[in-house]
């Protein structure tokens, strides 16, 4: 079984609808992180959180919202989506700063 | 001017060839620097982390010049199998510890 676990790993949503990915992590990493990925844009920040009772906005967070339930699972909504957040969707955990990531398998999630 | 930049490629070579990419980053208080291979729709894995003295695994070598604020990655004899997106990460100093990744560096290894 994978380390970082994303569910679901492929959703097709109408615009408007809301929408929960969720990951859990097995690495007992106090640091996760969602990132959504678009061809030519790489990896971009939507929101982390270092423990339960932390969590801040990334780069690009607006129309996106985060909740994190144990130090194992945080999860990310889309309260309306929209087709403009069609994308590949990656959480990741960091033991501690200037340490490596590890990633989900990513969510690939598409608004119509 | 973006934080990390890299060719986005493709690069084709073929089997046997030697490789090298580059990628520069802006900010000079940089700490921790990374490459990522990442197949085509699945995650990012770590290839490597990317130290001062430079460092070796097998037929992938990663250098760090501070001076010029750029990492590389050397492969040699490149596989079929090498054929993937490498990502440079830099880790960017603050109480946030906050990766920036490079859109990728796209490589294509010919039979």
């Known amino acids: 079984d994978a380390d970082v676990t994303q569910t679901p790993r492929n959703r097709i949503t109408k615009t408007g609808k809301r929408i929960m990915l969720e990951c859990s992590q097995t690495k007992g990493h106090d640091r996760m992180y969602w990132y959504r990925q678009d061809p030519g844009l790489g990896l971009r920040l939507i929101y982390y959180s270092f423990d339960v009772k932390d969590i801040n906005k990334g780069e690009i967070s607006d129309g996106y919202s985060v909740s994190r339930q144990a130090q194992a699972k945080f999860s990310l909504s889309l309260e309306s989506a929209i087709p403009n957040q069609t994308a590949l969707y990656f959480c990741?955990?960091?033991?501690?700063?200037?340490?490596?990531?590890?990633f989900g398998q990513g969510t690939r999630l598409t608004v119509v | 001017r973006k934080e990390v930049e890299q060719d986005p490629g493709p690069f084709n070579v073929p089997e046997g060839a030697t490789v090298a990419f580059n990628c520069t980053y802006s900010n000079s208080a940089s700490q921790s620097f990374f490459w990522y291979r990442q197949d085509c729709r699945k995650e990012p894995k770590l290839l490597m982390s990317?130290?001062?003295s430079g460092n070796e695994d097998g037929r992938f070598t990663a250098q760090l010049n501070r001076a010029s604020q750029y990492i590389s990655l050397l492969i040699r004899d490149s596989k079929l199998s090498d054929s993937a997106t490498y990502l440079c990460?830099?880790?960017?100093?603050?109480?946030?510890?906050?990766?920036?990744f490079g859109q990728g560096t796209t490589l294509q290894v010919k039979p």
């Open positions: 990741a955990t960091r033991f501690r700063q200037n340490t490596e990531a590890f």
């Open positions: 990317v130290y001062s």
């Open positions: 990460v830099v880790n960017i100093p603050s109480n946030t510890g906050k990766l920036i």
